[in-house]
């Protein structure tokens, strides 16, 4: 290090800010909009950028990304719209069921993992489900920089579409809707092979569409620079194992329902990371002894770095075996 | 020539493969000289991928060499073209039609291949997508860094701008925008003393 | 804090000088008593009061001389400013961030009032006052990216981040140590440092990717990076290089001490907001070997790097021919007694030259 070293902080900076606002917006989705604490203005952010909430259940830490769908210019408020998860590890669940106006979260600084390419000749969104949140903010930013832009919404029901009569009423021309229960399908094939050169396709949405959209264009001849999607890992539970953090000197277990990082930082450990989802590499840990196997499920390690032994992710990757000690 | 092999160099000196065909909805292939054939070659008379296909052919000195064979394969469409300049407006024509799901491969010189790429850039195609192969002279495009000019078929280092008449040395240092190595004053420190010309990759 | 600004010249009769003020807060780099590429990333957030680490965009005594060198460079060749039409948006981040940054770290120079979208900037140093529409291009006289960084120290080049890697897709570079900005637009961050030897075999240029890639809004990030110019010129562009690259060879022993400068970049990098851009300020300071010994750990520490320094990198930073006149120069102030570790000076506590 040379002069005035400023110690890289694990983590990111953190911004206390109180619920301000709750509405439900259809029996599965409920918006949450959120104030600073000290009144200030919130940090602009660049469409298709996600927080991630920490929100205290009892004496049990949360931490679940969300993509910010207020407009970017707006620093008045945050605000996130999250869809009811019954299976989940409880996140989704806290936040309908036991939050309320005037508690207190931290959201991180806004991290953007799904950006706009501003190149683009036209912007071509593909939203599924929940997938619409960061497209909200996506409009509004190229509405005001005079983008092209184009919405295909798929959703269960008219019902389930959230926010989608308010963009159709808006944006007639741009807004396209599909309701599975009226068997109505988007028409992916006609539609990737009718863009002109210059186009990107945005895609988020459940798993299951976003591998649909982004194959479908690889077949047809779409190259990968193109293509975004974004998909929020939720750390999958799995079996729960031992860990060994030799520089912490603690041997420590992971349960069935959290993710390593999650217990580490239950341990008290100060542990790296930033989207909490696999995808931007800040919590990469080295791996110092391991007798067993690995199970990756991150976007971040390449699969030379994978296969070696020698890395892992500790907010979404599990470990099945003898022994596994790792440097922190 | 045929295939030639450049040695390895730094990261932004460009590097160029075989081309293949690709899936795609239409094939736009666009070839100088020699670069005729590395088209027999991958295409392999795949009619399905022909008929899908328009060849933009620039015949920059080979005269009439290859173009009764590129005819022959009977593309969807044919163009011969006798250079880059009086070819490019139809380029950029057929780009501007052209809709994402196409491919786009490009063979002949370095420099040909340099600007053409840039067109399809222009248009809004990565170039990470696009096929090259280098096909023809090793002649190279060079900007000359204090006059801004740009020398074309450049085959000896050092060379003469032609446009500030500077002696410049040849560097490796390449830049896609531009589609062209730099140049740099080679005897900027001892004015007059400029090395004897030694032809490119001896 | 009130600044005295020199007036003086960085080409032709190469008027700049250091005040004390200035050699004693110089960015001297080397924390050890060699120098090797490492990826030497830290927060940029505050340093010790005075230093060159403190403020966000530091200004000293050269700022007003050094625009001037600036509007000179561009009057000559408009081509060292340059931003491809996507990068208007991280224009507009960085010249909020330079406002906000500069009003608010030094109210005596420079005030900024903003009402909604209707701006007022004040910049006293230069005699602006200013008032525009944010996001309107037709209220500036430049577009906002050169608009700002023609009244901020130090070159500015912006990088679009898309594809898990960095562009170069806009910069004002007119304090360059031989680069060209016309050149590098358009490169990714492995293309444009294709030059620099030895770094890539290192995996150097891998590790800080992936650490640029993730700095975000909240923590901006810091480093530095040297090299050695003859005279205190500013402008040591490729594209004036066979002007000034004769200069080189006018070194003499009587000359070299006052001629021949220590070139540190400050480096920092900072997140955008709206255009989730990277902006890259390169801030250059100089010194003249004859300034910098009178602080004797540094030319102790000075003569070890340049003499231990290998050959590639000496010659990739162009001094490898005035290796042997500067080394004569500085072992008369290297005595061999240790230097602690760390770039900081030892005023209290080290030895003087042993002679």
């Known amino acids: ?328 | 020539m045929s295939k030639f092999l450049f040695p390895p160099s730094i990261p932004s000196r460009p590097t160029y493969g075989v081309l293949e065909r690709r899936d795609g909805i239409f094939h736009i292939i666009i070839a100088e000289d020699e670069g005729a054939e590395a088209i027999i070659d991958f295409v392999e008379s795949d009619k399905k991928f022909l008929n899908k296909a328009h060849i933009i052919f620039v015949a920059t000195k080979s005269g009439e060499k290859y173009v009764s064979r590129l005819k022959s394969l009977a593309s969807a469409q044919f163009y011969v073209g006798p250079s880059y300049s009086a070819s490019v407006q139809r380029l950029q024509k057929v780009l501007e039609a052209a809709k994402m799901g196409s491919q786009f491969y490009l063979t002949g010189t370095e420099g040909f291949m340099g600007q053409a790429q840039n067109e399809i850039m222009k248009a809004g195609f990565p170039h990470t997508a696009i096929q090259t192969e280098h096909r023809g002279s090793v002649a190279r495009r060079m900007q000359c860094v204090h006059c801004k000019g740009i020398t074309e078929d450049v085959i000896t280092d050092p060379f003469v701008c032609g446009h500030c008449g500077l002696n410049l040395f040849v560097r490796d240092h390449y830049s896609r925008r531009l589609a062209a190595y730099q140049g740099v004053r080679v005897d900027a420190e001892d004015f007059g003393n400029v090395p004897e010309p030694v032809e490119l990759y001896t | 804090m009130t600044i005295q600004f020199n007036n003086e010249t960085f080409r032709d009769d190469y008027s700049f000088w250091n005040s004390d003020w200035a050699i004693k807060r110089f960015p001297f780099p080397f924390h050890q008593d060699s120098y090797m590429y490492a990826v030497n990333m830290e927060m940029h957030k505050g340093g010790p009061a005075g230093s060159v680490y403190e403020k966000r965009f530091d200004v000293d005594e050269h700022y007003v001389s050094e625009m001037k060198d600036r509007a000179l460079v561009l009057d000559e060749d408009p081509l060292r400013c340059q931003s491809l039409p996507h990068m208007t948006l991280a224009g507009w981040d960085l010249l909020e961030l330079i406002m906000v940054s500069k009003s608010e770290d030094y109210p005596d120079l420079f005030e900024l009032h903003r009402d909604g979208s209707i701006w007022r900037w004040i910049n006293k140093p230069m005699g602006i006052d200013d008032t525009f529409t944010f996001m309107d291009e037709t209220t500036l006289p430049y577009g906002p990216m050169e608009y700002i960084t023609r009244q901020a120290q130090g070159d500015y080049v912006i990088l679009d981040q898309r594809d898990e890697m960095l562009w170069m897709d806009a910069g004002m570079v007119t304090t360059q140590a031989d680069w060209s900005l016309d050149f590098d637009i358009g490169m990714n961050f492995f293309e444009w440092h294709a030059p620099v030897p030895l770094a890539h075999e290192m995996g150097i240029f891998k590790r800080a990717l992936k650490f640029l890639l993730n700095v975000k809004q909240s923590a901006p990030a810091r480093r530095l990076n040297w090299t050695m110019t003859v005279n205190p010129l500013l402008d040591s562009s490729p594209e004036n290089y066979d002007k000034w690259g004769i200069q080189k060879t006018t070194l003499t022993p009587e000359n070299i001490g006052s001629k021949q400068h220590l070139r540190v970049e400050l480096q920092t990098f900072f997140r955008l907001p709206r255009s989730n851009a990277l902006v890259f300020p390169i801030r250059c300071y100089l010194i003249s070997f004859k300034d910098l010994v009178t602080i004797p750990k540094w030319g102790r520490r000075l003569h070890r790097v340049v003499r231990d320094l290998p050959v590639e990198l000496a010659t990739y930073k162009g001094f490898i021919d005035n290796r042997p006149l500067m080394l004569e120069y500085l072992e008369k102030f290297d005595d061999g007694l240790s230097t602690s570790p760390g770039v900081w000076p030892d005023r209290d506590t080290e030895p003087p030259l042993k002679s």
């Open chain 1, 1 to 328: 290090m040379t002069a005035a070293p400023q110690k890289v902080e694990p983590g990111v900076d953190i911004i206390p800010a109180l619920v301000d606002k709750i509405t439900k917006v259809n029996e599965l989705v409920t918006r949450f909009e959120f104030k600073r604490i000290d009144g200030k203005d919130f940090p602009v952010f660049s469409a298709g950028s996600h927080t991630v909430i920490e929100m205290k259940d009892g004496d049990r830490t949360i931490r679940n990304p969300y993509s910010l769908m207020s407009d970017p210019e707006d620093g008045s408020k945050y605000a996130i719209s999250v869809r009811r998860d019954d299976v989940g590890r409880g996140g989704s669940l806290f936040l309908h069921k036991k939050i309320q106006v005037g508690d207190k979260v931290n959201l991180t600084y806004p991290l953007n993992l799904f950006s706009l390419d501003l190149r683009a000749r036209k912007h071509l969104f593909f939203a599924g489900g929940i997938g619409i949140t960061p497209f909200l903010s996506m409009i509004m930013q190229l509405e005001s920089l005079v983008g092209s832009w184009e919405l295909h919404y798929a959703t269960q029901t008219e019902e389930l579409a959230s926010y989608g009569e308010e963009l159709k009423n808006k944006y007639p021309k741009k807004v396209n809707q599909y309701f599975d229960d009226a068997d109505q399908a988007i028409l992916l094939q006609k539609l990737l092979t009718t863009q002109p050169i210059g186009t990107h396709i945005y895609v988020c949405g459940p798993a299951g569409m976003i591998k649909w959209v982004t194959s479908t264009a690889k077949n047809v001849g779409w190259p990968n620079a193109n293509v975004h999607s974004e998909e929020f890992l939720a750390p999958k539970p799995g079996k729960s194992f031992q860990v060994r953090l030799c520089k912490s000197d603690l041997t420590i277990e992971v349960g069935e329902n959290e993710s390593l990082l999650e217990a580490m930082e239950r341990e008290g450990v100060n542990a790296p990371f930033s989207c909490r989802g696999g995808a931007c590499g800040q919590c990469e840990t080295e791996i110092v002894e391991l007798d067993g196997e690995i199970i990756h499920r991150d976007h971040w390690l390449d699969s030379e770095e994978q296969d070696s032994g020698t890395k892992i992710m500790p907010c979404v990757s599990r470990f099945l075996g003898n022994s596994l000690v790792i440097n922190r």
